[in-house]
């Protein structure tokens, strides 16, 4: 049913809607195409055919050495092929076997006399004398040689005699610097010996001995002496046979640790993997060895002669015929016949560094070369139900395709519905059918499983497609959840009040709820994971409603914050009467301010801690709030009740107004706020402090009103002294006996004298009134602007006089005084004025003598030829000259004063020239000529324009102008 909901139109599924993200059609297993032989995965490339029969063929890094029958060895650099290099044995020597090490530089021979011959850069043989005698049957090298630094190098020797000997090689002097025994198995021949040192440990060795019945294998160090002292009798695999096949070989990669080895016997091939940890036993080194038989082959009796272990295949070799078995399913992928004309073959060889493999026959040496030997690979995994495997060596989609169906039907055929979501998940099949078969098989947790890989896979852009698995995913986990829930409530229902009273001990009851209680909190943590994973797919109206219906109002919370809904959320805690989780919620830094606003005003109302917190909040994220907006959270924690007035929280709130009024806020609104919250309080001490403000952003009015509401005397004379309301607050402060603030008020009046004097009277009579006439009398001092005539008035009718006989003594000598001042003032001013008069009449006498061939100090025409002025230092100037030249000293104003009294004088002139030649007899006024005459002379006779100020002050300017000509005469040339 539940599916069924999901797959009909409710939610307008569209059943196509998944075509988009299939990147292959649906592929069925039944179009895996049956294992069969690789017929291309090696071709055989002959290299070379010697003249003479081939004896053995050894390469190590590209350099291939081959032994003929007539006791020559070629050796071939296969990077300049052009060049051979023959090695030769002493005459009459035949060669039994050849032996390489890994860099290809040093070639050990040994003949069927059983002497052995060392080449070393040379192409001289040595004989090794402390060899002599011993056939050797095999040589194990040190994995790594540099042959440009030339040094001693071990080497184990198995003879053929069954003994195993440590030899040390000088390669620089060719000769054994150190040759000893250290083991022998008797009756049997060494065909093969190899070692590996561990990785992690430098003297720790694995050491694996290869006889044509058995296989041993030793761990020990730090030397090869130090392994057979301890293993005197070596643990082996025994295949006993007829035939002497044996040959040992490790798989080599890259230089890397050697991990795997084959061992070609009469029965097979008996390989396994390598582990190299701390073992200590060679037994625990080899991981689960197992014997491959022989392939059976028609018309083929004789078993292989050689072996080539690769990545994936064992290479074998029979007389005619190269076989290619896999690693995995053990059956024969590819063979190749050795033709005729190229001979019979005689063994396998495989370069331990390149990894190219050769092949030699009697009369040709042949390679081997793979075509991408890997590309089959996954088959023969998937045949082995090895899918990790099958799946990375994979290499076409269609084929990876193949593998996950595979897998998830193995996986669901046995039962494991989990791991089958998984891979159906991978796979291209029908999302329905797949959906369908969950749900068939009652398996909603697998469907779980399937659904959220599928959501994982779908691109982005398909949004629709993720909403409704989405959304589908979230009913299976409300559902689930709420069964859970089901389940643990009924178990509670059934318990008894015994079964209760044994819960709390620990008893198969408890942890029966206990696991009922893990399994609860899996699906929480589950569904919230999910949630925090696939939100953004899920439609908010629609997972609201769906959360509600199951009751989980918990989820609907989690969600609404991931989705950011933070109303909805702060709604249902504020249902659920979680004020404390509310409060936190709103310290959140993405909750915007508004919500802050809206919801503050209900927690506020919350008396106690809440509230508290509410207004900490406030004060936590400061100037991000406006004001003005939490006022009406305020007024309803206020709510004009004086004894919520005095509660904690309204002492919280003035302190949050405070912090703000302190840090800078400027809104009246708010410092009427608080002003009135101050006015509330008991004490007038804050209330004052906030009023003495320097700077007041608050209603004057506003708050006089409200102190004299309030009776707070203090609080209305501080306002009234702001409002420059003196008088009244002198009253004020009269009528409270504070007459100190009085004064200070009245003293602080420095611009009218008649004010302060009045609010002087006032004090002295409200002073008078509660002092003696001896303290009362004081009063004149402080005040400065009374006088004792001023407050005599304010006494009784009937004082003594005695009380204010030294105040009247005080004020006459005063008056004296003063007459005294005036009446010296008086004399000074008469003989001023006097002298004054002295100096006028001496002036109206002085007079000065002026020769007719006096210059005028300006044009330097004599002076008497038109009017002049003469000035006291001497100097004489014309007037019309005077008054041209002043017109530039002058100040601005003077100087324009100066141009139009001449203009005038020249206008006046012109219009009398005009008069008389035009016979106009009518007579000029002089009195205008004369005004204008007089106002000239005010201004250029009032200082000698030589000597006087306006002639300092033209000392910063140049002699000559830049339009003058005389300036140009003086310019120097550049030519």
Known sequence: KMAGRFLTNDLDFDQDS???TEDLND????????????????????????????????????????????????????????????????QGEKIHKIFVDPSGTILLVCSEKAQTYLFFREI???????????????????????????????????????????????????????????????????????????????????LMIASPTRLYSLVGGPTFRAIFDKERKPGFAEFASESNTSELHFYNKLKKTRKYFGWLNGFGIYHSSLSFGSQTQAADVICSPELTPFPDIKNVFNSATSLVITKFHFILLYKNTIYAISRITYEIVHSENISIEHGNGKGLTVDPIKTSIWLFTDKTIIELVFND???????????????????????????????????????FLKGELEMAAKSYAKTSKSFEEISLKFIQSNKIEALKIYLLEKLQQIPEKSYTQKMIISTWLLELFLSELNSIQAQKIQFQQKLTPMQKSQIAQESTLKKQLEKIFKIEKKAEDDIENFLDENHRYLNKPTAYNMMLSHGRTQQL????????????????????????????????????????????????????????????????????????????????????NPVLARSEEMIEIIKYLQKCTNDGNKDPVIHNLLLALLVELDNETQLLIFLKKKSNYYDLEYALRLCTLKNQLSAQIVVLEKMSLFEEAVSKSLLAKNIKLAKEIANKIDDNDSLKKKLWLKIAQEYIKTNNPKQAIEILKESQVLKLEDILP?????????????????????????????????????????????????????????????????????????????????????????????????????GLRAEMFAKAVIEQSNSMKTSIARNNTAPIKTSAKEEVIKNIEEVIAMECMLCGELAIHKLDEPFFSQEDSELREWKISTH
């Open 373 to 411: 030997e890997d590309r089959n690979v996954w088959q023969f995994y998937l045949k082995k139900e090895n899918f990790e495997k099958a799946i990375k060596h994979c290499k076409n989609p269609k084929h990876r395709e193949v593998i996950n169906i595979k897998r998830a039907e193995s996986h």
């Open 557 to 640: 919370i989690s969600f609404a914050k991931r989705v950011r809904d933070y109303e909805r959320v702060l709604e249902n805690l504020i249902q659920q009467e979680k004020f404390v989780d509310a409060l936190n919620f709103l310290t959140l830094d993405s909750i915007s301010p508004d919500l802050i606003y809206r919801y503050s005003a209900i927690l506020v109302e919350k008396t106690g801690e809440i509230a508290k917190k509410t207004i900490l909040l406030w004060t936590q994220i400061g100037k991000q709030l406006e004001l003005r907006k939490l006022i009406p959270a305020i007024m309803r924690c206020n709510s004009l």
């Open 27 to 90: 592929i069925s297993t039944q179009q895996l195409e049956p294992l069969k032989t690789d017929a291309n995965l090696f071709t055989l490339e002959a290299s070379f055919s010697p003249s003479f029969k081939v004896k053995q063929m050894k390469i190590s890094s590209e350099v291939t050495f081959t032994a003929l029958e007539n006791g020559t060895i070629i050796k071939v650099d296969l990077t300049n092929t052009d060049k051979l290099i023959e090695l030769n044995v002493p």
């Open 794 to 894: 304010f006494f009784p009718d009937f004082g003594e006089i005695e009380d204010f006989r030294d105040q009247i003594c005080a004020a006459l000598e005063d008056y004296n005084k003063n007459i005294q001042d005036l009446s010296k003032q008086m004399t000074d001013a008469t003989e001023a004025a006097t002298t004054l008069r002295n100096e006028l009449k001496e002036l109206r006498r002085k007079f000065a003598y002026v020769t007719d061939n006096r210059p005028c100090e300006i044009c330097g025409q004599p002076i008497m030829s038109r009017q002049f002025f003469l000035f006291s230092c001497d100097h004489l100037f014309h007037t019309d000259c005077l008054t041209k030249e002043y017109s530039s000293l002058l100040n601005p104003t003077n």
């Open 18 to 20: 998944f075509a988009e």
């Open 124 to 206: 001289k043989a040595k004989l090794l004398f402390k060899l002599k005698d011993i056939m050797v049957e095999s040589v194990a090298w040190p994995r790594e040689i540099d042959p440009n630094v030339p040094y001693v190098i071990g080497i184990l020797i198995g003879a053929r005699n069954g003994q195993i000997f440590d030899l040390q090689l000088d390669l620089k002097e060719g000769i054994e610097r150190q040759f000893e025994s250290l083991y022998k198995f008797e009756g049997e021949s060494i065909t093969g010996i190899l070692y590996e040192q561990f990785p992690a440990q430098e003297n720790k060795y694995f």
